[in-house]
């Protein structure tokens, strides 16, 4: 066994390995180990698995290793070739799933495509373990303060066993159907948010350039029929509104490359399933021009489209 500091502290409550610590797994990771859940931990960046192991985790040496001693296994992961990776190995049959005990829980966090997720949970059920894909909405924010909400495909069984787990993390957790369906539902809300991003950087921008302040434009829209979520939480115009990121230099928040990536994945099923999405397409347009010089800026940056001055 290479697992360093194996936590040896007496719980009922079944031991988690968490595999990806990045912005979003890594307080994912936290909340559970103050929550009281033993935590073993696997990331490719010392820097990640240092803060975990101050924390209280045990650091691993890999995923197999981390998983060693978990009922439950809960991934954050870049990609879906992460996941196939993680979880199937390079052969398809090499990989974490061949070392999980039947009856294991596998949770899988990361944002992915519809087909990927079903394969991995094809190959788990062949094998007796139970796989949820349970992408997230909520940002960093929301995975700090524990109030995620999780979309979740799988069985009804496996879904009740995830749910106090996912409690702790989330606030709002939504089984949105068989396997898969977590991505359906997450890529279908990410794609409507990239279309309103866009749309409402464009119609501040039109009021601006026709000489109406940026504020006063945005809250005649807040009381009208153009009302939505980025008018009311995340306006994309600096100095709108307080603690956002267009007001921080679009720093922080959820970077304009992840936009595209979902964007991506949206249009990828709607291709895989013959559904026509043209609003969506042009949102994918407009992110992947963007994102080639300002893919790690916030998704709201978009505005800079219009007028570049916004990111000075």
């Known amino acids: 066994m290479n697992t360093k500091d194996m936590n040896t502290t007496k719980t009922d409550k079944p031991h988690i390995a968490f595999i990806g610590l990045g912005n979003m797994g890594a307080p994912m990771a936290e909340n559970l180990l103050k929550a009281g859940y033993p935590l073993s931990v696997y990331d490719l960046s010392a820097e990640a698995t240092e803060r975990l192991q101050q924390a209280g985790a045990s650091v691993a040496d890999s995923p197999k290793d981390a998983a060693r001693h978990a009922q439950i296994v809960i991934s954050m992961l870049p990609a879906g070739k992460h996941v196939h990776s993680v979880y199937l190995g390079e052969g398809g049959s090499d990989g974490l799933l061949a070392e999980l005990a039947k009856g294991t829980l596998v949770i899988d966090s990361s944002t992915i495509a519809a087909a990927d997720a079903r394969t991995v949970a094809e190959a788990a059920s062949k094998l007796g373990i139970d796989f949820l894909d349970a992408p997230v909405s909520g940002g960093t924010g929301g995975a700090i303060a524990g109030t995620l909400t999780f979309i979740v495909g799988g069985e009804d069984t496996a879904f009740a066993k995830a749910e106090p787990i996912l409690a702790v993390m989330g606030k709002n957790i939504f089984h949105a159907g068989e396997h898969g369906a977590g991505q359906v539902a997450k890529i279908c809300n990410n794609m409507l948010l990239g279309i309103l991003m866009a749309g409402t950087a464009e119609a501040i921008n039109l009021g601006v350039k026709n000489g109406l302040d940026p504020k006063v434009l945005s809250d005649i829209m ?73 893919g790690d800026r916030d998704f709201s940056s978009i505005m800079a489209r219009h007028d570049s001055s916004v990111l000075t």
């Open 222 to 294: 807040l009381q009208s029929s153009g009302r939505n979520w980025t008018l009311e939480v995340y306006n994309p115009y600096p100095q709108v509104m307080e603690n956002v990121p267009s007001s921080n230099g679009y720093q922080g928040g959820f970077m304009s490359k992840l936009m595209q990536k979902d964007l991506n994945l949206a249009m990828q099923t709607a291709e895989d399933t013959q559904v026509e999405t043209p609003m969506g397409a042009k949102a994918t347009e407009l992110y992947e021009a963007h994102a080639i010089e300002n």
